[in-house]
Every structure is written in structure tokens, then in C-alpha cells.
T-cell receptor, first 113, second 114 residues
Framework: NAGVMQNPRHLVRRRGQEARLRCSPM?????VYWYRQLPEEGLKFMVY????????ESGMPKERFSAEFPKEGPSILRIQQVVRGDSAAYFC???????????FGPGTRLTVL | GNSVTQMEGPVTLSEEAFLTINCTYT??????LFWYVQYPGEGLQLLLK?????DKGSNKGFEATYRKETTSFHLEKGSVQVSDSAVYFC?????????????FGQGTELSVKP
């Protein structure tokens, strides 16, 4: 049973470009959480999604950030018009149900030049 | 709101030394508590957890006890190995009030020297 997959593992963007981060949950998992790890900091919750629904987006910046988890395919975290402050490691975690153990992917390390 | 505070690192120990990483929390409900470990370049792995007061989580020689009276969940290991070098995160989850999202401490880097 493959673990949580994230791609790309490393992403470089110039200021103003768009970044798309993908997360494929473990088989049988229908819940996805996204977290951001800024340099020298712990992980901060961003958004919690179930298939086709955003359940909690209280940690998402109000502008430029969006997330989706369609019925088919991976969850996508999209950052429009990236700025240097968006440089961070972005992790997703999946669970089979709310409150169950979260299994983390290896992360996508975004660098904004 | 809920929060987690853990001791600052980096912590440097010699092999076979005793390890303690302090973690305290603030929560309005009855959270579950976790320790995660992150090896360089990798995602987080669950190390151990405790879901109610006085529970002790344990795994791979690591232990932590959920202390409601002191709002603490300190991580301990009696004899560390070089392979334990990693960043350790304390976290809480308050399912009924906050839907299961994890709230993390800032992480403590552990370096074990041979």
C-alpha cells in the first residue's frame, strides 16, 4: 500500500508565477490536510478537505491561496502570484476519517526566486 | 486558542545519554497529544500518542505521559542512538472542537554524537 504521495518534491518559481502542489492520499483515505512549514518554524495548519468539500480553511491566507480535492484525482494546493514569503515546505496528510491518525507525505519544497 | 510550546533546540547529546524534550500545551477541550519525528528531507512520522489524561504513549524506546494537571507531554528516552538524530514535534488535536487538525510546537532538533 503506497504511502501519501506529493509532487513535485521541489518546485522553483519566480515572483508572480503560479505554483501547483499535488497530494495523492493513501488508498482508501478520503480526508486530506495541508500544512506549511516556514524556515525554522513548526508546521501550521492550512486547510482540511474531504472529497469535493472544503471542511476547514481557517489557516489559509485570504488571498492567492486555494485548495481542492476533486472526486477523482489528487488534492491540489494552488498559490497564485507567488511571493518570496511563500517559500516553505508544504506537507499534506491523509486519513481514512476525521480524527484518525494522519499519514504525512514527503512534502513539496517551494522556492520563490 | 489551543497551542503547543516545546523546548528550544538544538539539543546535542552523546550516544546512550538520557533524553528529555519538554512539551506543554494549552487547550480548551480534551485534546489528543502526539509526538512526531522528522528526519532530514522527509515528512513527519508519528512516533507516539496519548488520547486521554494519564495515558502513556511509547514506541522505539521513547515514552511520553499525558499529564492534565501540568498540561504537559514530555518526551523521554533512556538511551539515545545516533539514528535518533532528527527534529521532534509535539502536537495536539482537538477533534470535537477543531475537527482533527494538528497544532504543532515549533520543533526541537536533536543531534546525537557517537
Amino acid at each position: 500500500n503506497a504511502g501519501v504521495m506529493q509532487n513535485p518534491r521541489h518546485l522553483v518559481r519566480r515572483r508572480g508565477q503560479e505554483a501547483r502542489l499535488r497530494c495523492s492520499p493513501m488508498k482508501g483515505h478520503s480526508h486530506v490536510y495541508w500544512y506549511r512549514q516556514l524556515p525554522e518554524e513548526g508546521l501550521k495548519f492550512m486547510v482540511y478537505l474531504q472529497k469535493e468539500n472544503i471542511i476547514d480553511e481557517s489557516g489559509m491566507p485570504k488571498e492567492r491561496f486555494s485548495a481542492e480535492f476533486p472526486k477523482e484525482g489528487p488534492s491540489i494546493l494552488r498559490i497564485q502570484q507567488v511571493v518570496r514569503g511563500d517559500s516553505a515546505a508544504y506537507f499534506c496528510a491523509s486519513t481514512p476519517g476525521e480524527g484518525d491518525e494522519q499519514f504525512f507525505g514527503p512534502g513539496t519544497r517551494l522556492t520563490v526566486l | 486558542g489551543n497551542s503547543v510550546t516545546q523546548m528550544e533546540g538544538p539539543v546535542t547529546l552523546s550516544e546512550e545519554a538520557f533524553l528529555t524534550i519538554n512539551c506543554t500545551y494549552t487547550a480548551t477541550g480534551y485534546p489528543s497529544l502526539f509526538w512526531y519525528v522528522q528526519y532530514p528531507g522527509e515528512g513527519l512520522q508519528l512516533l507516539l500518542k496519548a488520547t486521554k489524561a494519564d495515558d502513556k504513549g511509547s514506541n522505539k524506546g521513547f515514552e511520553a505521559t499525558y499529564r492534565k494537571e501540568t498540561t504537559s507531554f514530555h518526551l523521554e528516552k533512556g538511551s539515545v542512538q545516533v539514528s535518533d538524530s532528527a527534529v521532534y514535534f509535539c502536537a495536539l488535536s482537538d477533534l470535537y472542537n477543531q475537527g482533527g487538525k494538528l497544532i504543532f510546537g515549533q520543533g526541537t532538533e536533536l543531534s546525537v554524537k557517537p
